[in-house]
């Protein structure tokens, strides 16, 4: 399975991120897919994830800030926010889950892309 992720960077507090994530070689189909972040010194947390009927978990404090979409046919997906802080910073990593059976899921996740927002 790759994982090909685009975006991240240097961004200006106030400005806007547009992560993309591309899923591709994967003998199983993909399930739920998702963006995770770290901050140094912190746990990883969910941004948010969405499953293939488009239904979005967002993690604590993420809703109204940060949004994910999807292409199943092409299984992308994508996470974009406006009005980014200081606190945003961190390695967003992209995450999907490989449906082996109809009842077993395996996480994959991708390398990580660093999100710096600072002026």
């Known amino acids: 399975v790759q994982l090909q992720a685009s975006g991240g960077g240097l961004v200006q507090p106030g400005g806007s991120l547009r992560l993309s994530c591309a899923a591709s070689?994967?003998?199983?189909?993909?399930?739920?897919m998702g963006w995770y972040r770290q901050a140094p010194g912190k746990q990883r947390e969910l941004v948010a994830d969405?499953?293939?009927?488009?239904?979005?978990n967002y993690g604590g404090g993420m809703k109204g800030r940060f949004d994910i979409s999807r292409d199943n046919a092409n299984n992308t997906v994508w996470l974009v926010a406006d009005g980014l802080k200081p606190e945003d910073s961190g390695v967003y990593y992209c995450?999907?889950?490989?449906?082996?059976?109809?009842?077993?899921?395996?996480?994959?996740w991708g390398q990580g892309t660093q999100v710096t927002v600072s002026s």
């Open positions: 995450k999907v889950d490989l449906k082996l059976t109809w009842s077993q899921t395996r996480p994959y």
């Open positions: 070689n994967s003998p199983y189909r993909i399930d739920n």
């Open positions: 969405i499953t293939t009927y488009g239904h979005v």
